[in-house]
């Protein structure tokens, strides 16, 4: 079974509001990483998070960490039409080499 | 720079047939990856190798082979392909200082 898990599975919203996105997990992690993927194509890095962190910003980009509860959340302020995306959280072992993913939120941001 | 490279970009395999899937990276990372991802699906780790000369079974391994041939190079094999194996595979190589997987383009392979 996957590690991550994100909430919820699709999300819509207009053009300028802001989009949140939750991934939950099951074991320890070193890091937990956000990826975008565009329609057909390979998935794009956006952010990391490491485990003593617990906040990170990226330009419109706002990931939290809660180990305690072991979930993150993806914020993207002020969506444009272009954010339209599936979006997927990854987290390492303990080890820190085998990656693996959510099942992905997909975000539809209409103009 | 062309990253990470992989082909081929379609297939159509009948059922029993065997087949690789290359993937090859320029940036002269130590890791490499192979997932697969069902439609609406997120990605699944068939197999990774986390150095040159190693390698390691991931999520979903079985009905697949894989070699580290070299650092640039890891090659996905199907056996007897099912059609259960029909996804799109990506390979991914991952840069040690930061963490970042860099993936390919995707091959789509269909088992019928």
């Known amino acids: 079974s996957q590690q991550g898990e994100e909430d919820p599975q699709a999300l819509s919203i207009q053009e300028g509001e802001n989009a949140t996105m939750n991934c939950s997990y099951k074991t320890s992690i070193n890091n937990l990483q956000w990826y975008r993927q565009n329609s057909g194509r390979g998935l794009v890095h956006l952010i990391l998070?490491?485990?003593?962190?617990r906040e990170k910003h990226s330009g419109r980009l706002r990931v939290t960490l809660d180990t305690s509860k072991k979930s993150s959340s993806l914020l993207i302020t002020a969506s444009r039409a272009a954010d339209t995306a599936s979006y997927f959280c990854a987290t390492d072992d303990n080890a820190g080499n085998m990656l693996t993913f959510g099942g992905g939120t997909r975000l539809m941001v209409k103009p | 720079n062309a990253g990470v490279t992989q082909t081929p970009k379609f297939q159509v395999l009948k059922t029993g047939q065997s087949m690789t899937l290359q993937c090859a990276q320029d940036m002269n990372h130590n890791s490499m990856y192979w997932y697969r991802q069902d439609p609406g699906m997120g990605l699944r780790l068939i197999y990774y190798?986390?150095?040159?000369?190693?390698?390691d079974k991931g999520e979903v391994p079985n009905g697949y082979n894989v070699s580290r041939l070299n650092k640039r190079e890891f090659s996905l094999r199907l056996e007897s392909a099912a059609p259960s194996q029909t996804s799109v595979y990506f390979c991914?190589?991952?840069?040690?200082?930061?963490?970042?997987?860099?993936f390919g383009e995707g091959s789509r392979l269909t088992v019928l």
């Open positions: 991914a190589s991952r840069a040690h200082n930061t963490g970042e997987l860099f």
């Open positions: 998070i490491r485990s003593n962190e």
């Open positions: 190798s986390a150095s040159e000369g190693t390698t």
